[in-house]
């Protein structure tokens, strides 16, 4: 409706001004979709929003207008600023949905028409469908579907005849209602609308930094690991789960080091796995969150790759896609075995490299085991076990490494977790003239008792040393074990208790299993809802004999479906209840079998006029028209309410009657 | 217009009869149902369904099902708030007009009963010319919603086309219905503004003069020398001053026979103002008049229904 305006200068809307309910609900959304996303915005632009959005709500309440454009145009051009500023870019995710986050809230400052609020609260919803992008677990999701009760009750809101001053809980009970109906639908929708196989553009998660195990490891790498308490991995055993202590999980084996860090060897993947002996191996299933990685880590000793993978030299498995969402395979395993019993000249070569001029003190350490123990390799390797174990200690927040980290580590800080152990054992072997390699992956986990599954985090991310020894092949050692015993035998939650962590407090078998449940509900959702991809959704016809679903299939499917939910709906919508009680069902009922019969019901003839004609144009039912007559009128007018027998006996009178149509 | 083009006209009257708007009057009540009431989504609704758009095929794109799922159930509830819409108009009843009176070229006050019988309806909006009017229907109640029209000429008014509506409960969809109710509204005719007296037998020497009677006519302020039994003693107490029953009253005033034949040279329009304005000056002077139409003729007497009579025959003059 809007005209033709000749000038610039701001037309003076017509529009009613928004009331005060409508704006507080509106604020109410803006709020929750900045508490959504505070999670991955930079704290202080959480809070920035957070005091414009209550001033403004402020303002507002006390009579306050728009505010003026010298106040909106620098604080846009200040977002946009800072935003530009810590990311560098206004494109992709954490720029994007902070840029959104923020223009939304300032949208507030301009709200003052209904329309406004109408252009905010759908903005808010994409800003709310945005923040799933970040996480998209059970709580996120929830709490993210819990934002759209104020946008929609700010919508319902805006259309109120007089928004009343109700309490906010009854204002949100019928939107509540109207989800709730809403739930059968969506849950249809979400099973059938065809997935994509692959992207239109972008890779899915492009962007995203997932803490996981990295292909290189330098003391001080693996600390967002360490500290990251989600779940990496859940195992269910057939039989009993091995002790805690077996609970190896092998991701990489590193092989060359440059004095700062390891990195695998580049021979690693080209040659077939190596010999291995083994008595007897076990069957266990994994399920892996996803990582976007390859590497599949393997309870240790991995005998044979899983479907869909391959086994490198070094018996480290590498799927052959990249796992980008929750994947179950079936894993191998040899408790007790032999690893490469024959060294390579080559494999021996590259596991005794060590880059010049890094650890002369080191080197000299290892030099006077040499001479002190001569050829007895396992009792250089328990040397250096028996060093780390009198003097070391083992915390999380290690002093920084100077320039010589091996050096420094050894001989000045001796503090440290499993990388720094891992790496300076392996350096003091190779320097002994011990073949070493760096082994990472997981170590320990949770058993949870109740679903019976090994739970591993990505906390529980470890590394350790393997030493090939004479007759022997690879054998494991662990140098953080010889300093802090707990980490191997009781996991990393036990490990890191005595450095600050607060699990010790909260470690009530209550509590426990209550965290094991919850567990199991996580992983329900992550292996029902996150997980439901393409693959998933064709075989979801299965039980109907569909091997394979297309898309068009899918498709079709979902259009039917919607429709036939709707038809239902539209059913409900349509249904008016019929007013009159059951003697008047019954009536309208009889008055349909005599229309059949071509006698139908004038309007304004009453019913004794009505069923005269229709005995005297159905000889064949005179009687028993004249007795309902009589019954019904007896019935309805002989008492103020009809009795109950009465009407079951008009009723069943009326069942009864067989009307044959009359041939005039 | 060719026959086809009619029977097209036709067709579309009989089976879109609420779209089209071309609707035949109809008697009240009107019962809205699911034959008349049409359903369209608002311009928010459309932007809303693009957005809607948008979010899939983001979540889509990003193999995302928690956005996917947040998708779904925002479009399952805006197909839901769809059918809610249209439970508001449906089973609605328009009917029951109440007219107030109005002499061609005033407003006309009138007033429109609509009522549900099952639920509350919220936020019905019913549009009158270019006013709208938003109100909610109590459930097994009714709302008068009641408006001014324009009046122009005298007879019968009718009704203008209005159309009820809703954005209830979202506002992305909205529902209406058109209404042409049957029911016109009388409209008085228009008194001519000067013009002479009619004509009265003379010869009634104290016309005009004030004599005392049994009816009290007026309040006055006391004076001193009224007699106390005319001293208005209630409303005195509510007054700050003694009120006084005037029981004077004008002589009764000659009867007016009024005529429609009585005029000379003059076109019916002008004897019907004329008659109209000489009814109105003896309702207001407390006379008594009579009056005599072509085809009809009303006796002498006096009161509010004598005078809608009176006047509901001008207006309807052929």
Known sequence: ?664 | MPPRAQRLVAWAERRLPSLTRFRRPEPLPIQLHRRRIYIVPTGFGIGFSVLLAVMLVGALNYANNAALMLTCLLGAAAVGSMLVAFRVLNGLTIGGVRAGTARAGETIHVSLDVGASQRERMAVRLDVGLREFVFVVPAGGATTVEFELPTEFRGWLALPRMRVHSRWPLGLFRVWSWLHPDRPVLVYPRPEALGPKPFEPRGDTDRGRPRPGDEPAALREYRPGDPRRQIAWKLSARHHGLLVKDLEQPAPQEDWRLDWDGMHGLDDESRIARLARWIDEARESGRRWSLRLPDGYFDVAQGDEHYHRCMTALALRP
């Open chain 1, 1 to 664: 409706m809007t005209g033709f305006r000749p000038s610039l200068r701001r037309k003076p809307s017509s529009e009613p001004i928004l009331d005060r309910r409508p704006f507080d609900l509106l604020c109410l959304t803006m709020g929750f979709v900045l508490l959504v996303h505070a999670a991955h915005l930079p704290w202080w632009l959480t809070t920035v929003l957070a005091i414009v959005l209550v001033a403004r709500w402020q303002q507002r309440r006390s009579g306050g207008r728009n505010a003026p454009i010298w106040i909106k145009l620098p604080l846009i051009g200040l977002l946009l600023g800072t935003v530009i500023v810590q990311n560098g870019t206004l494109f992709g995710r954490e720029p994007g949905s902070a840029f959104a986050v923020g223009l939304l809230v300032l949208k507030l400052l301009e709200s003052e028409h209904r329309r406004d609020a109408r252009v905010g609260i759908a903005f808010a919803c994409f800003a709310l469908m945005s923040a799933l992008l970040f996480d998209q677990g059970l709580v996120a999701s929830f709490f993210v579907c819990l934002g759209i009760v104020p946008a929609l009750a700010t919508l319902r809101s805006l259309e109120e005849v007089e928004p009343q001053a109700t309490p906010w809980a009854r204002e949100f009970t019928p939107v509540l209602l109207a989800l709730l109906a809403a739930v059968p639908l969506s849950l249809f929708a979400f099973l059938f609308v065809p997935r994509l196989s692959s992207p239109l553009w972008g890779t899915p998660q492009s962007g995203q930094a997932v803490t996981g195990l990295s292909n290189r490891l330098a003391p001080g790498d693996m600390l967002d690991l360490m500290t990251d308490d989600t779940p990496a991995l859940r195992v269910t055993f057939t039989g009993a789960p091995p002790p805690n202590a077996a609970r190896y999980f092998r991701a990489y084996t590193m092989q060359s080091f440059d004095g700062k860090g390891w990195s695998p060897g580049y021979r690693n993947s080209r040659r077939p796995p190596s010999r291995a002996d083994y008595g007897s191996q076990f069957a266990y299933q994994f399920s892996m969150e996803p990582t976007h990685d390859r590497v599949l880590p393997m309870l240790d000793l991995p005998t044979a790759a899983p479907a869909d993978a391959i086994m490198r030299a070094d018996h480290t498995v590498l799927a052959k896609r990249r796992v980008d969402e929750v994947t179950s395979f079936t894993g191998y395993a040899a408790s007790t075995y032999r690893l490469e019993p024959s060294l390579d000249d080559e494999v021996r070569r590259e596991n005794l490299q060590l880059p010049a001029g890094v650890g002369p003190q080191a080197r000299a350490l290892a030099a006077s085991w040499v001479e002190r123990y001569g050829e007895d390799r396992a009792a250089i390797a328990r040397a250096a076990l028996a060093m780390f174990h009198t003097n070391f200690s083992y915390t999380l927040a290690p002093e920084p490494l100077g320039r010589d980290r091996i050096d420094d580590f050894l001989f000045a800080t001796r503090e440290g977790y499993c990388e720094h152990y891992a790496s300076a054992f392996t350096f003091l072997m190779r320097a002994a003239g011990i073949p070493a390699r760096v082994v990472t992956g997981y170590q320990g986990g949770y058993w949870n008792g109740t679903a019976r599954y090994l739970l591993v985090r990505r906390s529980d991310a470890h590394a350790w040393s393997e030493v090939w020894l004479e007759g022997r092949g690879w054998v494991r050692f662990d140098p953080t074990a010889a300093v802090r015993p707990e980490r191997v035998q009781l996991g990393a939650a036990a490990a890191n208790a005595g450095h600050g962590g607060d699990e010790g407090l909260l470690d009530f078998p209550w509590l426990r299993d209550l965290r094991d449940r919850w567990d199991v509900v996580n992983q329900w959702w992550n292996r029902g809802v996150i997980g439901f991809d393409a693959l998933r959704q064709q075989g979801l016809l299965q039980p109907f004999g569909i091997a394979r679903a297309e898309v068009s299939d899918l498709a079709m499917i979902f259009a039917v479906g919607c429709a036939v939910l709707v038809a239902v709906a539209l059913g409900w919508a349509l249904f008016q209840r019929r007013e009159g009680d059951a003697l008047d069902a019954s009536m309208r009922r009889l008055q349909r079998k005599l229309a059949r019969a071509g006698v139908s019901r004038r309007t304004g003839e009453g019913p004794r006029h009505f069923l005269a004609r229709a005995a005297r144009a159905l000889p064949g039912q005179r009687n028993a028209l004249e007795r309902l007559s009589e019954l019904y009128l007896r019935s309805r007018y002989g008492h103020d309410e009809p009795p109950p027998e009465s009407v079951t006996r008009f009723r069943r009178e009326v069942k009864e009657l067989k009307t044959r149509r009359v041939v005039k």
